[in-house]
């Protein structure tokens, strides 16, 4: 298992020791937040594929159409 040393402001100390009990410490905490961020990336990514496909398939997406599927998926 490696170590990363990550310098944090006070800001983002208090936000990780107030996370750091649900998620059984700093450390585990940080990873969860590494999981966390790389399943939203993944999501993006996805996004962008479909939105591609859609595009390609059909005619170029409406800005109104790309609002509706945002907020409608929380993305």
Do not use: H, K
Not at 21 to 50: C, H, K, M, V, W
Not at 57 to 67: G, H, M, S, T, W
Request: aromatic share 6%; with cysteine.
């Amino acid at each position: 298992m490696g170590t990363t040393t990550v310098r944090l402001d006070s800001d983002d100390e208090a936000l990780l020791d107030m996370l750091a009990p649900e998620y059984g410490g700093r450390s585990s905490a940080i990873r969860q937040a590494l999981r966390y961020l790389a399943a939203d990336r993944t999501r993006q990514n996805a996004l962008r594929s479909f939105l591609a496909e859609w595009e390609a398939e059909e005619d170029p997406i409406d800005e109104a159409d790309i609002v509706g599927m945002s907020e409608r998926y929380c993305l």
